[in-house]
């Protein structure tokens, strides 16, 4: 089909999006609360990469954090505690085609939900995982979460937590199939916004795991670490994420790690000085699931009926004067 000049720029002009394409309603999130930084930087990746919001899901479970889909003007799934990851690996089977991203808390990844997002590294399903991290319950109002750090006080642990924080990003190393695994942290939003990006070209599920300022619940949990750049140790490489000079010049704490290394990637995941931020991991030969199992075959409903009701006349008990269905071939 050829077409003319008009309609060429016309479709040129609708498939450029602004900032304003992807920005829905007014976030409820408190004021300086880091969900508004993911969300900023997030929209401007969309705007910048010209997603379709026609073919972009955002897809997640239940807290604070998890309300991300409704700001974004996109489809999205606001879904059940804990099993944002399954829901967007059926969305992603149907329709590969589409652009699926995941935002979830520490307690809806890490708790609930634990057992999905084990399985979601291990289908290494094409999928931009976003865990927005404040060691913390926020939406319950202050409950401790698997990755709250020990002695953290909250509702549930009034004398401080007992336990060992777990380690998200030691986690997703352990998993086999994991392809992608990167740190950010809302106050460093041009890092945020690169680590963010590079996730997103990434084929296959990417983990970014972004800590979260919750100024509500824990005010005072990440003040030493804003307040000294020391306190966070840049991961640059050719093949990572490259430090732009403004920002080396405020965060000199650096250091060279090749994302290839899952050895060392494990080593500085388990590391308790500074907060590495940046790729610590990154394998783009991993195959993806939905590539796999040849995901988006649309098959009629006739034929689904067929084969559901193929399967359930084998373990039909038939009364004696009544002849079974004609199994179908299906
Ligand atoms: C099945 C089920 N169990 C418990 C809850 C209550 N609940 C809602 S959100 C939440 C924890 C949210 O914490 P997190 O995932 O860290 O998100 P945040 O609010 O901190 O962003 C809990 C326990 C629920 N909604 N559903
Ligand atoms: S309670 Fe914490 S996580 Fe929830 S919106 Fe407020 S600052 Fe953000
Ligand atoms: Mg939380």
């Keep these: 089909m050829t077409i003319g000049a008009t309609e060429c720029l016309l479709r040129m002009y609708d498939e450029h999006h602004e900032l304003e394409d992807y920005q829905s309603g ?15 930087a997030v929209q401007r990746l969309c705007r910048d990469e010209d997603l379709r919001p026609e073919k972009t899901v955002f897809v997640s479970g ?17 879904g059940i505690h804990g099993r944002a990851f399954p ?3 059926g969305i992603k089977m149907a329709r590969p085609d589409l652009d699926v991203f995941v935002n979830t808390g520490d307690g809806d990844c890490c708790s609930i939900g634990a057992a999905h997002w084990i399985h979601a590294i291990r289908y290494n399903m094409n999928i931009t995982a976003m865990l927005h991290d404040n060691q913390i319950y926020g939406l319950t109002k202050m409950q401790a979460s698997p990755t709250s750090p020990l002695g953290t006080k909250s509702n549930t642990t009034p004398r401080g937590s007992y336990l060992e924080a777990l380690s998200p990003l030691s986690v997703t190393l352990g998993v086999q199939n994991v392809s992608f695994v990167a740190q950010a942290v809302d106050w460093i939003p041009e890092l945020l916004y690169d680590v963010i990006k590079a996730a997103y070209h990434h084929k296959g599920f990417s983990f970014v795991r972004i800590i979260q300022r919750c100024p509500e619940w824990l005010p005072k949990m990440y003040e030493p670490f804003v307040h000294d750049p020391q306190k966070v140790l840049l991961l640059h490489h050719e093949r990572g994420i490259q430090v732009s000079p ?14 290839a290394d899952i050895h060392r990637a494990r080593e500085i995941a388990s590391g308790h000085d500074a907060i590495p931020v940046g790729i610590l991991y990154h394998d783009p030969h991993v195959p993806c699931y939905e590539e796999v199992r040849k995901a988006g075959q649309i098959r009629s409903t006739g034929r689904l009926k067929a084969g559901l009701e193929a399967e359930f ?7 004696h004067d009544r002849e079974p269905r004609r199994q179908t071939d299906a």
């Design 313 to 319: 006349d084998k373990f039909t008990v038939w009364p």
């Design 87 to 89: 829901v967007a690996e």
């Design 246 to 259: 403004g920002l080396a010049k405020v965060y000199t704490n650096q250091h060279e790690h090749d994302p």
């Design 26 to 40: 007014v976030p409820r999130w408190c004021t300086g609360c880091g969900d508004n930084a993911i969300l900023a």
């Design 62 to 78: 239940i807290g604070c954090s998890s309300r991300f889909p409704h700001y974004m003007k996109t489809y999205g799934f606001h």
